[in-house]
Structure formats: structure tokens, C-alpha cells
């Protein structure tokens, strides 16, 4: 048998040291994933006793800051009988086709002026004037010219979305490592295709940088501007709440409304993940 085969079969087996130190590291890193979850679990354990034991003590005053166990009594009464999912709904929907709205504009926008001379030259001050104006300080602007409806709420997502994927695009694209450059036009690559193969790839972790903060941006901004001018929403419910000193109905909207962020972060985080599966 030819010694070159010999050599192939024997780099082919397996090293039983490597196998090992495989075994280990992955059996350490699953310790590590448990003990961070556990973690994280007595975290807000001990949140919810903190919740619950000081209007009990009269630490806190138990009529606007009832125990943990009377909001969530009526979180779950208004879930069965479908007020919490009516609001929840209509913010949903405001918060969704803003943020996407932003999405489709903001990345290929971004893309454009970090590639593009030109566009870079022709957007920037423009861009700069806009992005150091707060969203919540053009929402009377908006609903004076857009209205109470829903195209108002909508616009003030999108403008407090818009942003933060733009610059992240921009950063993303504009500082794509120049060995890959170098490489894609080694292997002959058009400026098209570097760009969707290369430079797009690699301005994906940055661009979902942006992408998360815009997505707790669409809430937050969201909820403010229903508590201005709207019928539901869970904004309208916290407001509503609040002045028919609901005390119990409010918290279960401020509680849901941290759920609902907490849920479009690890969802983007997830969505992250599966986009960057190159990364080691």
C-alpha cells in the first residue's frame, strides 16, 4: 500500500486526545450555560419577592404599589376575557409595520452611503440635522400633520427605528476588514457581487446591533406616543389605567409591555444567530 494512503488513514483517525479535550470543553460550556440561566432565574426570583413582600411590609404604599400576586390576578383576568390581548394587539401592529418599514428603508439606505460616495456626500448633513433630533420631540409635529390615527404612530416608529439600523448599516459596511477586499478581487469578483457575498455578510453583526436597539426603540417610543392620542393600545391602557386609578390594570400593561421587549430582544437575538452562522 502506498505510504501516501497510510498517511491519509492515519490523519483520518481519530485522535483520542482531541475527542477528549472536545468532550470537556463542550461539557464546560454546557456547565457555563446552565449556571447562567440559573443565575439569571434567581435574579428575578428575587425581584418577584421584592415585589411581594414590600407592600406587605408597608415599605411601599399597597394601593399604588400592590403585591406581585394582586397584578398578576388581574394580568390573567384580563387575558381570558381578551382586553389584554386587544391592546396588545393594536401595539403590536403599530410597532411591527413601523419597525419593518424602517428595516426596508434604513439598510439599503445605509448600504448605499457607506458604499457610495456620492450618496454619502449628498445624505450626510442631512442625515446628521435628523438623527440629533429626538423622536418623542417631533411627535406633536407628527400628529399635527398626520393626525390622531394610526399612520401618526406608525411614522414616530419608524423615525425612532430609522436611525439606529442606518448608522449601524453604515458602520457595518464602511468598516468591513480590507483583506476581504483584497481577496474578492483576487478571485475576480465584480463590485456586485463583492458586496453580496462579501461586504454584506461581513456587516451583519453591526447591522443587527442597530436592529436591537431599534427594536426596544419601537416600543418604548410606541407606548409614549399611544398614551398622547389613541383608543387601545397598551399606552392608552397604562394612561387609561392611571387616571381611573386601575393601580393593579396599569401594572399588568407596564408588565406586559416589559415581556413584550424582552421577547422582541431574544427574538432578535435568535434572528442574529441564524444571519451569522459564519461567525466562530
Not at 440561566?37 to 419577592?49: D, P, Q, S, T, Y
Not at 443587527?208 to 399611544?226: D, P
Request: hydrophobic share 55%; net charge positive; proline share 6%.
Amino acid at each position: 500500500m502506498p505510504s501516501s494512503v497510510i498517511e491519509e488513514r492515519i490523519e483520518a483517525r481519530p485522535n483520542p486526545r482531541q475527542e477528549a479535550a472536545a468532550g470537556v470543553r463542550s461539557a464546560r460550556s454546557r456547565s457555563r450555560s446552565t449556571g447562567t440561566w440559573v443565575r439569571g432565574l434567581l435574579g428575578v426570583l428575587l425581584l418577584a419577592a421584592i415585589w411581594e413582600l414590600a407592600p406587605r411590609l408597608g415599605l411601599v404604599d399597597s394601593y399604588f404599589f400592590p403585591p406581585l400576586h394582586v397584578v398578576l390576578q388581574t394580568w390573567w383576568e384580563m387575558v381570558r376575557d381578551g382586553e389584554m390581548w386587544k391592546h396588545t394587539r393594536a401595539s403590536l401592529i403599530r410597532a411591527g409595520v413601523g419597525f419593518a418599514t424602517a428595516l426596508v428603508v434604513a439598510i439599503p439606505l445605509g448600504a448605499a452611503v457607506a458604499w457610495y460616495r456620492p450618496v454619502r456626500e449628498l445624505l450626510t448633513p442631512s442625515m446628521e440635522f435628523f438623527r440629533n433630533t429626538a423622536a418623542l420631540a417631533l411627535l406633536p409635529v407628527f400628529t399635527l400633520v398626520l393626525g390622531i390615527g394610526e399612520l401618526s404612530k406608525i411614522a414616530i416608529v419608524f423615525y425612532a427605528c430609522f436611525f439606529p439600523i442606518l448608522l449601524s448599516t453604515i458602520a457595518g459596511v464602511a468598516t468591513v476588514d480590507p483583506q476581504l477586499l483584497r481577496s474578492a478581487r483576487v478571485l475576480g469578483l465584480s463590485p456586485s457581487a463583492t458586496f453580496r457575498k462579501v461586504v454584506f455578510p461581513a456587516a451583519v453583526p453591526t447591522i443587527f446591533t442597530g436592529i436591537r436597539i431599534s427594536g426596544a426603540a419601537a416600543i418604548l417610543v410606541l407606548i409614549a406616543a399611544e398614551m398622547v392620542g389613541a383608543n387601545a393600545g397598551l399606552g392608552f391602557l397604562i394612561n387609561y389605567a392611571q387616571y381611573n386609578f386601575l393601580i393593579p390594570k396599569m401594572y399588568a400593561a407596564i408588565l406586559t409591555t416589559s415581556l413584550l421587549g424582552l421577547a422582541v430582544n431574544y427574538g432578535l437575538v435568535a434572528l442574529e444567530k441564524r444571519f451569522s452562522r459564519w461567525r466562530v
